[in-house]
């Protein structure tokens, strides 16, 4: 990906700076709120990936949608455009996240399931999470109704399948692979 080991150096650099004025967690908000925007908006992407607009009209848009930000956030936009790295601030904002969260030892955890979790289901597999890897964890919650029931899990390089649409699978493979059932 373009630009990674630049977010990664503008992400370290602005979570040091957050640490050292007690606003970490502020600024880790700020910073989910620009990554949310973003994603959900091609038009803002491509306001800040273009080459024809002038930086101003960049920070301008940035101060006018993220009003509410973090004095340490409203620096990071002046600094990436001033360095005329603007372009990568949704990098920016991914990397910080995963690097507030590995910094408190918290852990995204990808459960992909085919009807939304309820409060109770996602309490106990935070819990069941917890006793596994011995870290909290955040769920992300994915809804793919294709796996028929069940869910599948994903924490760092772990991944627990117990979905419907798997078994079903295992079971298909299991049988064309019997003995018996070629006798027949």
């Known amino acids: 990906m373009k630009g990674t080991r630049a977010a990664q150096r503008y992400a370290k650099a602005i979570l040091d700076l957050a640490k050292d004025q007690n606003v970490a967690e502020v600024v880790y908000s700020d910073m989910e709120s620009i990554l949310k925007t973003i994603i959900g908006s091609s038009d803002l992407l491509d306001v800040l990936t273009s080459p024809v607009l002038k930086s101003n009209l960049k920070n301008n848009v940035l101060k006018e949608i993220f009003k509410d930000v973090n004095k340490v956030t409203l620096g990071a936009f002046d600094v990436l455009i001033e360095n005329k790295r603007i372009n990568i601030l949704k990098e920016v904002a991914q990397t910080y996240i995963s690097l507030y969260n590995e910094m408190n030892h918290v852990q995204i955890a990808k459960v992909t399931t085919a009807v939304p979790l309820n409060a109770e289901l996602e309490a106990k597999i935070l ?24 869910f599948i899990l ?20 299991e ?4 003995t018996f059932i070629s006798k027949i």
């Open 127 to 150: 819990a069941k999470i917890s006793e596994l890897t011995g870290n909290s964890a955040t769920i992300n919650n994915i809804v793919d109704p294709n796996i028929i029931g069940g």
């Open 154 to 173: 994903r924490i760092g390089d772990l991944q627990y399948n117990a979905s419907v649409a798997n078994s079903l699978s295992n079971l298909e493979r």
């Open 175 to 178: 049988l064309k692979n019997s």
